[in-house]
């Protein structure tokens, strides 16, 4: 069992940064494969970034790429999407999840999600 809590979210300019951390509860957090998925207004959940069980691993969707980047602390049982150049189409609820598989794209594959935390990106 996982549990996930998102944090870092808020609201900023188009053009800047911020960093999201997941921070997840039990000893098993390096055994997990990692992922970032959004929510914008009134859309279906969406692929953002998914990182593997040592960090070596990583994708990126093509709408991000170039300016998000997904890491893990396993140390501190902690995942980070760090958002540069934010665009007010980054607009969305953003959501952590981790699944005992390898990376993976699909919502349906992920077994364990936070709360989300809200971005908000000014024009």
């Known amino acids: 069992q996982v549990q996930l809590e998102e944090s870092g979210g808020g609201l900023v300019q188009a053009g800047g940064s911020l960093r999201l951390s997941c921070a997840a509860s039990?000893?098993?957090?390096?055994?997990?494969?990692m992922a970032w998925f959004r929510q914008p207004p009134g859309q279906e959940r969406e692929f953002v970034a998914t990182?593997?069980?040592?960090?070596?691993?990583?994708d990126i969707a093509d709408s991000v790429k170039g300016r998000f980047t997904i890491s893990r602390d396993n140390a501190k049982n902690t995942v980070y999407l760090q958002m540069n150049g934010l665009k007010p189409e980054d607009t969305a609820v953003y959501y952590c999840?981790?699944?005992?598989?390898?990376?993976?794209?699909?919502?349906?594959?992920?077994?364990?999600w936070g709360q989300g935390t809200q971005v908000t990106v000014s024009s």
């Open positions: 039990g000893r098993t957090f390096s055994r997990y494969a």
């Open positions: 999840a981790a699944t005992s598989w390898s990376i993976r794209y699909n919502v349906r594959e992920y077994d364990y």
């Open positions: 990182i593997n069980w040592s960090g070596l691993l990583k």
